[in-house]
């Protein structure tokens, strides 16, 4: 009996060994258009979003000695000493806040960070204050 994949006395495969080829190249006879969306080569396509301005490292700066008054406003009710750590951090905050949001204002930048740290640098120095005149009972 033989087996399905040999011919019957040659004890060899039927189909004989092909080296590989490369397949040949045909001139391509039409372009497949382009996908949905992306448009046709030379359309400009969609421009770009313009990139949002970023508010000036003084804004900033201030906003972030606002936070940290505040946060040794707070620290202060544990340890009272820290609440005189807050008072320069608040001042010097305000100073750059509203140095920061005047250069945010010329160069055309929205100025919220600048007033974010104002507001945050105030809020500590209002409550200091407070803070003293009940201590002093005024």
């Known amino acids: 009996m033989t087996q399905p994949h040999q011919v019957a006395n040659s004890g060899q495969w039927p189909y004989p060994a092909q080296q590989w080829q490369q397949p040949q190249q045909h001139p391509q006879q039409w372009q497949q258009p382009p996908a949905p969306g992306y448009g046709y080569p030379g359309y400009p396509g969609h421009p770009f979003a313009p990139q949002a301005q970023k508010p000036s490292g003084l804004s900033v700066a201030g906003m ?12 202060s009710l544990v340890i009272p000493p820290m609440g005189f750590v807050s008072l320069p951090a608040a ?45 002093f009972r005024w």
């Open 91 to 135: 001042v010097v905050g305000i100073a750059l806040s509203s140095v920061g949001g005047a250069q945010d204002n010329r160069s055309g930048v929205g100025n919220g960070m600048a007033t974010a740290g104002v507001i945050c640098s105030f809020l500590p120095l209002l409550l200091f204050v407070i803070g003293l005149a009940f201590w």
């Open 64 to 75: 972030i000695l606002g936070l940290v008054a505040i946060a040794f406003l707070l620290l």
